[in-house]
């Protein structure tokens, strides 16, 4: 291809494209474009409304019911644009008269790998909300990734767009394992997406080198964690009440509690989530922010004990034991198991600026991209920033499991 005076719009359309083929945890869930704010242009704090899916409870006999019971209860979450990332460049107008395949490589490859990887750290740190949790030992096998497609299952997310994201060890543990798997004729077309292993067990496999770790409490095993005896369930969930998050009362206990700790509470179980019946498995919470000694621990998911969104059998008993998983203060390596509707990630439009030597803002599969770039005249060089304002939110926490491993 001949050298060509590149312009603000080819430089982003392709900056976009190469951050898509990046993002291997973000391409994964939903992706939310805001169009609103596409005139004025949005700020970090502005909010969208995302609906979440509608659950209805069934009767029995030839009587309906009326009135609260047979309401359609539309529940919704805030997401919040909390975070604007740009990657600063600086290069000649020489530059510009490039080819955009060789500006690709020499300028754009280094900086969408960059904003991709500071995107989905950010990203990422919505593992804290996942309660489902699978304890591997020193490495990650297939048996592990089976009870996390169990977890999944039993929570009834959809079989289609199930995503399993490993850390680097776990990896190499399953590569190895299964590497007479990864086989897929249909799949090695596929093969140039950043991080695509293959698919097996009713996953798409991507490696990702931006997952957490977490480190537990000092808590671990059966703890001197009681339940509170004026702690109790929602009954029914209505719309000014968290379905994700919700709070539990403790006292006794006095070590650190972490956030990203997962824990069970005796006697309290799982339930199917359209029959509402036992399935005998002791329902697991995750604490969502860090705690010590008696008093509140903000936790997912909320304990709903009726209605369409009932997830145990009972509310806790005064003085039930909480249960930590893993061992006290350990650091664990974390993967991830989802389904698309897990979570979602938006963007909005950052206003495009007047009076600079050139801008131009593009949208490409759900994320919004702005350029800005400004003229050094004393120096013939050209200021440019790529610019994402975003965010992120957890909607079905249940439709994801996380695998610790050491």
Known sequence: MAN??????????KALEILHQKLNFVNNIITEYDDSFANDGAKIGDTLRIRQPIQYNTGTGSTMATGTGADTKQTSTTLTVSSQR?????????????????????????????????????SFNMIDEVANTVHAGTAVSFAEILQGRENLSKELAPTTDRVAILDTQA???????????F????????????????????FDFYENTMLPSHTTGAVGGTSAYLVNDTAAGVTDISASEGLTSGSLIVDTGTTTIKEGDVFTIANVFEVHPETKVSTGVLRKFTVLADATGAGTLSIAP????????????????????????????????????????????????????????????RQYDGISMRL???????????????????????????????????
């Open 183 to 202: 086989q897929d004729s249909n799949q090695i077309s596929n093969q140039y997406l950043e991080g695509m292993m293959g698919r097996t067990a009713g």
């Open 86 to 122: 740009h990657v600063p460049m600086r290069f000649t107008s020489k530059e510009l008269t490039m080819d955009i395949d060789d500006f690709s490589d020499r300028h754009l490859e280094p900086a969408m790998s960059k904003l991709a990887a500071m995107i989905e750290s950010d």
């Open 171 to 181: 990896n190499v543990d399953l590569v190895d394992a299964l590497k007479g798997l």
């Open 302 to 361: 909320n304990i709903i004990t009726g209605g369409a969104y009932q997830n145990v059998d009972s509310v806790p008993a005064n003085n039930a034991a909480l249960t930590f998983l893993g061992a006290a203060s350990t650091a664990y390596k974390q993967s991830i198991l989802f389904q698309k509707g897990f979570a979602c990630f938006a963007t909005a439009d950052l206003v495009v600026p007047k009076g600079v030597h050139m801008a131009a803002r």
């Open 4 to 13: 060509i005076n590149l312009t603000p719009d080819m430089i982003t359309d």
């Open 372 to 406: 800005v770039q400004d003229y050094d005249v004393v120096k013939d060089r050209i200021y440019t920033r790529l610019d994402v304002l975003y965010g992120y939110k957890v909607l079905r926490p249940q439709l994801a499991c996380k695998v610790l491993h050491t």
